[in-house]
């Protein structure tokens, strides 16, 4: 049975001119080209070049082949060259991410990606502390909001928006806030960073600033631990609508005020500022971009 090889004969006895022409150009023989072009008519059942002494001229059936053979062969070379870059991704990526973002987000996407780069090894760092990628040899960082490191690189691969959530339970007993200013008389479930604990809230409704300072019935470092506390009917929470996306959809968590919100930036990649990026960490960024898009 004819292959890909007899297909690109074909193409080449087209694009010579002639059998004897082929074979200079494929180091073959002209009785071999002329093997491969009666295997290929017998197996087709029809006449595909129309030969005399000093021309060649496809027929109706030949042309069509011809058209064949070439999607044929532009196929195999796709599929090569898709091969061929699969198997030049080896080494290690250290990845930084947020604990909430990382095991709800990043874990499967990196599921999908390992399976098309088996020969890569992923090292994932949870946590919710600013990483110093240089200083603890991290590739990628995932991170919310502008980048502040000019020696950094950052490529943005989402949209991102803070929203207030509470459980079904937390609002039942303690009624839904009808403005930002009564959420000062609820108890608030608040983040702590480098030991601060965020206890004003901003948003934007119609590009118009609300703030108010909110009552931290608890706070903690780990963004996980607060989703925790609004799922047991804590409080609420300012939680990245990434984090809480399953929640809501399930109906574990409601969101309140929804016409208020707090626009925290994208959800970047961010890299060393290197010349020549790994091939590596570029398929990476560009896999989780794509993903986070769809």
């Known amino acids: 049975m004819a292959g890909i090889a007899d297909y690109r004969t074909f193409i080449e006895i087209v694009h010579s001119g002639s059998i004897s022409a082929a074979g200079r150009r494929l180091n073959a023989s002209p009785a071999n080209v002329s093997a491969v072009l009666a295997r290929l008519e017998k197996q087709y059942d029809a006449r595909l070049l129309s030969r005399t002494t000093r021309n060649q001229q496809l027929t109706y059936e030949g042309e069509h082949f011809y ?23 080896q080494g290690s990526i250290t990845i930084s991410c947020t604990c909430d973002f990382g095991r709800n987000v990043l874990v499967p996407l990196l599921d999908e990606f390992m399976a098309l780069y088996p020969q890569l090894s992923i090292h994932l760092h949870l946590t919710d502390k600013i990483s110093d990628l240089v200083k ?22 989402a949209d991102n928006h803070r929203v207030l959530v509470a459980s079904p339970e937390y609002l039942a007993q303690h009624g839904h806030p009808q403005s ?31 703030s108010v300072a909110v009552n931290a019935a608890f ?34 968590l409601v969101s309140v005020l929804d016409e208020f919100r707090q626009d925290d930036g994208a959800v970047y990649a961010v890299f060393p500022n290197r010349k020549f990026s790994p091939q590596r960490i570029t398929a990476l960024i560009d896999f989780l971009k794509q993903a986070l898009q769809q």
């Open 180 to 210: 930002v200013e009564e959420l000062a008389d609820h108890a608030c479930l608040l983040i702590s960073r480098e030991g601060e604990t965020q206890a004003e809230w901003q948003f934007n409704k119609a590009n118009q600033i609300y």
């Open 136 to 157: 603890d040899s991290i590739d990628v960082a995932i991170r919310f909001g502008a980048l502040k490191d000019s020696n950094l690189v950052a490529r943005r691969l």
């Open 219 to 252: 706070s903690s470092n780990n963004g996980e631990v607060v989703k925790h506390w609004a799922l047991t009917s804590k409080g609420i929470a300012m939680k990245s609508i990434w984090d809480v996306k399953p929640a809501l959809a399930d109906g574990t």
């Open 67 to 89: 058209q064949f053979c070439l999607l044929a062969a532009d196929q195999e070379d796709e599929l090569l060259n898709h091969l061929s870059k699969q198997q030049q991704l």
